[in-house]
């Protein structure tokens, strides 16, 4: 779908009764990023632009999930938001939709920053051979890690101990060695 055809159904926006059903829209559009909108939420869009046609709605929504995700993930400045239209796209919905973007952009990246989990650093590795109970036992390594969590909401360190048996680690050694191998292709 080339660009022309996709910004030619902005001005369906027009329809919507209110500044406060367009950001309905957007907000839904956001609320549903990951999931995509259920059909109560598509019936409720419709009948806001009064569109008979279902057909009308996608390219639509495409086009303002477009514009979101170049507003929140590029995290553009307001006087760039403007320039994301092409001039065929009526000054009036232009302002409207620059306005409604500016409003929710700070809160849409606290979203963003929230998605995105963060891996907790390996800070200490330690290990030692743990005496089997009995001779029929294999020889069980303890692996003790120590683990650094830089996010702010859960910042701190953490041990995880866990044993392995003979068989196991071997396992494990060849998947990092393997692991390693791949990082340094790639570096």
Same mark, same amino acid.
């Given at each position: 779908?080339?660009?022309?055809? #996709?910004?030619?159904? &902005?001005? $369906? %926006? ?5 500044? =406060?059903?367009? @950001?309905? +829209?957007?907000q ?29 709605l ?5 086009c ?24 065929e796209?009526?000054?009036? #919905?232009?302002?409207? &939709?620059? $306005? %409604? ?5 700070? =809160?849409?990246? @606290?979203? +963003? ?52 048996a ?22």
């Amino acid at each position: 779908m080339d660009n022309h055809t #996709l910004w030619g159904h &902005l001005p $369906l %926006l027009v329809r919507a009764n209110s500044k =406060e059903s367009v @950001e309905y +829209i957007l907000q839904s559009l956001w609320r549903t990023r990951k999931v995509g909108l259920d059909s109560a939420d598509r019936d409720i869009i419709r009948e806001m632009l009064q569109l008979d046609n279902e057909s009308d709605l996608d390219p639509l929504l495409v086009c303002l999930r477009m514009l979101i995700r170049r507003c929140v993930y590029e995290n553009i400045n307001k006087d760039e938001i403007q320039k994301l239209f092409p001039s065929e796209v009526l000054p009036e #919905l232009q302002r409207l &939709l620059t $306005l %409604l973007l500016q409003k929710f952009q700070r =809160e849409w990246r @606290e979203d +963003i920053q929230k998605d995105q989990v963060s891996l907790p650093r390996l800070k200490a590795m330690t290990w030692n051979m743990a005496n089997p109970d009995t001779e029929l036992t294999d020889p069980v390594a303890v692996i003790n890690l120590k683990l650094q969590n830089d996010t702010q909401s859960n910042a701190g360190e953490m041990d995880v101990k866990f044993q392995l048996a003979k068989d196991t680690l071997e396992t494990m050694l060849r998947s990092m060695y393997c692991i390693r191998d791949q990082l340094s292709d790639n570096a």
